[in-house]
């Protein structure tokens, strides 16, 4: 008779004859439950499997990780008191981004609302750790099924992952959300406008509003950054409008989306005068740049307005975030290196840059072919003339 392994328990069929004394036959297929004793816990974390050899090795996996500290037993919590545990430790700041920032009101709003709508009544009353990628897999299933596009499905996700990358270590030993297979985000380039256009749209409009789009159009300025501005970010002998704040409609002035997001941008010709002709109209120093009474101009008035304007004037209609677009293509167009646009933009990293603008920097396409055709009729000259005979006097 075998010698029982440590650690290693063999589970028979119940009809099993080995119960009664005799050799395992039918209808019994054993299984193997392995164990290993957590002393942080106090408890035994249990694996079943099919055969005694995977059994062995995965319990000689976990005793290691027992001992480092990367394997606790199974949490009682379920997906939704885990949920609401982190989104409250995110509110105060304790849990925050990889990169040490605290997550925006915004982006905790997004979360909120797409775990509700999407994955805790499917998966809340579900143990933390019971989870398994095959569940979030399924899950992602029947959204496309249901006609969820590509970008809903991944916000869906989301905050699944940020919450099971964070309890990875303490409550679970696996992050189900690894591995997934999620549909493609195709995306659609924001449109852009032409500097003439840019200079026709302002130009239609109130003079009230008028410096508001041209911040965005000029200068490149978020939604939530041109609602922040104070007066005395404005610096107009300097030539800068300095970027240090965002503004959430719900918490007021907050930090810049990123630590890029603090940041000066230069002043253009074409902006300076819509800057200076606001601060006279304002009559007063300090407090919002574009704001009244400690309140920012209302997002959805400036735009609603701006809208029926340009459609009167039969131009084309945009938004805060397309002219945003623009002022890049602008800068671009204008030679603006890629480091400098990154900066002026506010951008975490130059690939963001290079991912969201690279489109349209010289060196693409015809650009590149013009430039290889150049090269190549300099060097095959060149070539040509060494391999030439010499002419003798």
Request: hydrophobic share 40%; proline share 5%.
């Amino acid at each position: 008779m075998a010698r029982p392994t440590p650690g290693i328990r063999t589970r028979h069929h119940r009809q099993c004859p080995s119960r009664l004394g005799g050799a395992c036959g039918k209808p019994c297929t054993p299984a193997y439950e392995a164990w290993v004793w957590s002393v942080r816990d106090g408890k035994k974390i249990y694996r079943t499997f099919t055969n005694q050899s995977e059994a062995k090795g995965w319990r000689n996996d976990a005793s290691s990780s027992v001992r480092k500290g990367l394997m606790r037993a199974p949490s009682q919590t379920t997906v939704r008191e885990a949920w609401e545990a982190w989104l409250e430790n995110a509110r105060t700041g304790t849990f925050r981004k990889r990169g040490g920032d605290e997550y925006k009101p915004s982006a905790l709003r997004g979360y909120e609302r797409y775990m509700r709508l999407y994955i805790l009544d499917e998966l809340g009353a579900a143990r933390l750790s019971a989870i398994t990628r095959l569940d979030l897999q399924d899950l992602v299933d029947r959204l496309v099924a249901r006609g969820c596009d590509a970008s809903t499905v991944r916000n869906a996700i989301m905050p699944v992952r940020v919450l099971y990358r964070r309890e990875v270590g303490r409550t679970v030993s696996i992050n189900p959300t690894l591995g997934l297979e999620m549909p493609a985000v195709r995306g659609v380039r924001d449109r852009i406008a032409s500097p003439a256009d840019a200079a026709a749209l302002i130009a239609a409009l109130p003079d009230s509003d008028k410096p508001i789009w041209a911040t965005a159009f000029y200068a490149g300025l978020r939604l939530g950054e041109l609602q922040a501005l104070e007066d005395e970010d404005i610096d107009l002998d300097a030539g800068v409008i300095h970027v240090r704040r965002s503004w959430d409609k719900y918490a007021g002035p907050i930090a810049p989306k990123s630590r890029a997001g603090e940041r000066k941008v230069p002043i253009v010709a074409a902006l300076r005068a819509h800057l200076a002709a606001h601060r006279l109209r304002r009559g007063e120093r300090g407090g919002l740049f574009f704001g009244r009474d400690g309140r920012p101009f209302r997002t959805e008035t400036i735009r609603d307005r701006a809208a029926r304007t340009w459609t009167e004037a039969q131009l084309p209609v945009y938004g805060y975030h397309e002219a945003r677009h623009t002022c890049a293509s602008i800068l671009i167009a204008a030679g603006v290196n890629a480091k400098a646009l990154s900066t002026y933009m506010g951008h975490g990293s130059i690939a963001i840059t290079f991912d969201r603008y690279g489109h349209l920097m010289p060196g693409n396409e015809s650009d590149a072919a013009a430039l290889v055709d150049r090269y190549l009729a300099v060097a095959t000259g060149a070539q040509a003339g060494a391999h030439a005979p010499q002419r003798q006097s």
